[in-house]
């Protein structure tokens, strides 16, 4: 291994240097104080855990996204945790066990054995909110509006377009068509793709009603606007009732953020599976022009509360830190700083202490060390005059 080598950083692993750091610090304390003031608390979760903890109810995308290790102290595998939501159900189930509705956020880094896709890190910095013990829509839409409320004020700059839709609508085909495990696997293979031709074929060569096969093929093309519920509502809710209720959840939260974020698009997607194995309903993303991936995401996910021996509904969303810091306006405080001499008597220690306390960032100048102020970052610096220290333009 060259000298060279040994400094770089594994591919899709990234660090974060002072210019950006102060940014994504910046929205990191404006956003916790935005879940704070809507009742979310803080949580702060390991970064290890065992693995039938960090894994229990994820299904076997998130296994194959963590990193494994042994614990020396006992023999038992470990993991690196790939995503916090399966930690904050734990929280939520075990160490806090209320019993009312309980509000949790946390920004934490992740890490992922792979990349989800060529514009994602493979160390996300990952920030979210979780809402435990309700079960009803109005859940869904408070979570999806701090989502939006949060993505409106780091200020982007472009439109946000809610991507929403439905995991209940699949569920209630595939389990009136008795589909083996394979079968369901290579049908939502190819409901993801949106690969009508493969769609076809396959659902040729199952034990289906046309009935049946006509609502899967329908269903890879209900997307679009508004409208999308009604015709799916005239073409599915007839023979499959129990989809009425999550057309009825899909039009609620349409009819909430229209009212309240007017300025957000809309679009349904009512054959997107985005998280199926985890997702027990409504389902939802957040994109913007520029970026063709979500910048934040989420849906209901009531079943993982019983794998953990406590069936508690639940809804919530997550989002990359870096990436939305990326996006957004600059939030971080840009001032420059004051560079104060090397030495000095109590006059300026106490001056500088002042200074501090002010919110001013003073840099105090080292001995034998030939640097400028503007190298030091500093726009200003201390000077005595008359007896009194004063700040003045850096020359």
Request: hydrophobic share 40%.
């Amino acid at each position: 291994m060259s000298i060279a080598d040994r400094w770089l950083l594994p591919d899709g692993v990234n660090e974060i240097l002072p210019q950006q750091a102060r940014q994504v610090e910046a929205l990191r304390r404006k956003l916790v104080d935005l879940f704070d003031s809507w009742g979310y608390d803080l949580v702060m979760p390991p970064m290890i855990e065992y693995l039938e903890s960090l894994l229990t109810g994820t299904g076997n995308d998130l296994a194959l996204n963590t990193f494994k290790v042994t614990d020396q102290l006992t023999g038992r595998m470990m993991g690196l945790r790939a995503d916090t939501t399966p930690q904050v159900a734990r929280i939520d189930a075990h160490s806090l066990n209320r019993q009312g509705p309980t509000r949790l956020c946390y920004v934490n880094s992740v890490l992922h054995t792979v990349p989800a896709n060529m514009l994602t890190s493979r160390s996300p910095m990952q920030i979210g909110a979780e809402l435990y013990g309700h079960a009803g829509v109005d859940s869904d839409i408070e979570v999806i509006s701090l989502m939006l409320e949060a993505l409106t004020q780091v200020e982007l700059g472009q439109p946000l377009t809610l991507d929403l839709g439905h995991v209940g609508i699949y569920r209630a085909l595939v389990e009136q068509a008795e589909l083996r495990d394979d079968d369901q696997t290579e049908l939502f293979t190819l409901l993801q793709k949106k690969s009508l031709t493969e769609l076809d074929a396959l659902l040729a060569q199952l034990q289906l009603s046309e009935s049946q096969r006509e609502a899967f093929r329908l269903l890879a093309r209900l997307n679009g606007g508004r409208d999308t519920i009604e015709q799916a509502r005239q073409a599915l809710q007839q023979d499959y009732p129990s989809i009425a209720a999550a057309l009825d959840d899909l039009d609620a939260i349409a009819e909430a953020v229209a009212t309240r974020f007017p300025q957000v698009s809309l679009y349904f997607d009512l054959g997107e599976l985005r998280g199926y194995n985890y997702h027990t309903g409504a389902v939802f993303a957040v994109y913007v022009p520029t970026f063709g991936q979500p910048l934040a995401k989420g849906g209901r996910y009531d079943e993982i509360g019983k794998d953990f021996g406590r069936a508690r509904p639940a809804t919530g969303f997550s989002g990359d830190l870096k990436v939305i810091a990326e996006l957004a306006i600059d939030h971080a405080d840009r001032r420059g700083a004051i560079l104060a001499p090397v030495g000095g008597d109590k006059e300026l220690a106490d001056k500088i202490s002042a200074l501090r306390g002010q919110g001013e960032r003073v840099v105090r100048a080292l001995p034998d060390v030939s640097c400028s102020a503007q190298e030091q970052g500093c726009d200003r610096q201390l000077i005595l005059r008359d007896n009194v220290w004063d700040v003045v333009a850096a020359e």
